[in-house]
């Protein structure tokens, strides 16, 4: 497959000059460049850092009680989006 991509000129001018001193081609220089990033992507685990919710530790009693379902809201609590929007026409 061809592709087309911009490399900026000093970095093109960089590549250019490692692969005349590695007597290679400047697609074997890309191509085991992108491989490499590849690989390094692949071995260091997941590409997405976990979010704060997904690592926060809970004190056990929150623990049990969000286990339990009681962090969830009952139905007759109220949505906070129809909350938040009865207080700004309040204003």
């Known amino acids: 497959m ?3 991509i911009d490399i900026p ?3 093109y001018k960089r590549v250019r000059i490692r692969a005349i001193e590695r007597g290679k081609t400047l697609k074997q220089i890309v ?3 992108l491989e490499r990033e590849l690989e ?3 071995s ?3 590409t997405q850092p976990e979010s704060f919710f997904q690592k926060r530790r809970l004190l056990p009693e929150f623990a ?3 286990a339990e379902g009681g962090c969830k ?3 007759a609590d109220r949505d906070v989006t129809e909350l938040i929007s ?3 026409d309040g204003r």
């Open 31 to 33: 191509l085991a460049s």
């Open 9 to 11: 000129d000093a970095l």
């Open 2 to 4: 061809k592709a087309t």
């Open 73 to 75: 809201p009952g139905p």
């Open 86 to 88: 009865q207080d700004r």
């Open 40 to 42: 390094a992507m692949a």
């Open 64 to 66: 049990r009680r969000e």
């Open 44 to 46: 260091s685990g997941p």
